[in-house]
């Protein structure tokens, strides 16, 4: 079972990424898929989450009116649309798969699967 992020780079604030995150070897149907981000010297910490089997998101507020989370199934993955970029969200972001949408905070559960991650950088 493996995730792959994919879309970050290198934006000027206002702009916009799309991240995606695609599943091989399991259905991301089967799973809650959330959006974690990690900048240097802080914390990880949850952005999103989206439920296909109840259509569930949720944000983090920083991030709320901005972002939108989506998923495809036919294509087995997530996507975090990112608008309105401010340098306060440069960091890498890392998609997890999961059986729970709970973003308050990052802890290691061994039934998780992550991401390698992707590089967002918002410039000034």
């Known amino acids: 079972a493996h995730l792959v992020e994919s879309g970050g780079g290198l934006v000027q604030a206002g702009g916009s990424l799309r991240l995606s995150c695609v599943a091989s070897?399991?259905?991301?149907?089967?799973?809650?898929v959330a959006w974690f981000r990690e900048a240097p010297g802080n914390h990880r910490e949850g952005v999103s989450c989206?439920?296909?089997?109840?259509?569930?998101?949720n944000y983090a507020d920083s991030v709320k009116g901005r972002f939108t989370i989506s998923g495809d199934s036919a294509k087995n993955a997530v996507y975090l649309h990112m608008n309105s970029l401010k340098p306060e969200d440069t960091a890498v972001y890392y998609c997890?798969?999961?059986?729970?949408?709970?973003?308050?905070?990052?802890?290691?559960?061994?039934?998780?699967?992550w991401g390698q991650g992707t590089q967002v950088t918002v410039s000034s």
């Open positions: 997890r798969a999961s059986s729970h949408c709970d973003i308050s905070t990052y802890y290691y559960n061994p039934y998780d699967v």
């Open positions: 070897g399991f259905t991301l149907d089967d799973y809650a």
């Open positions: 989206f439920s296909s089997s109840d259509g569930n998101t």
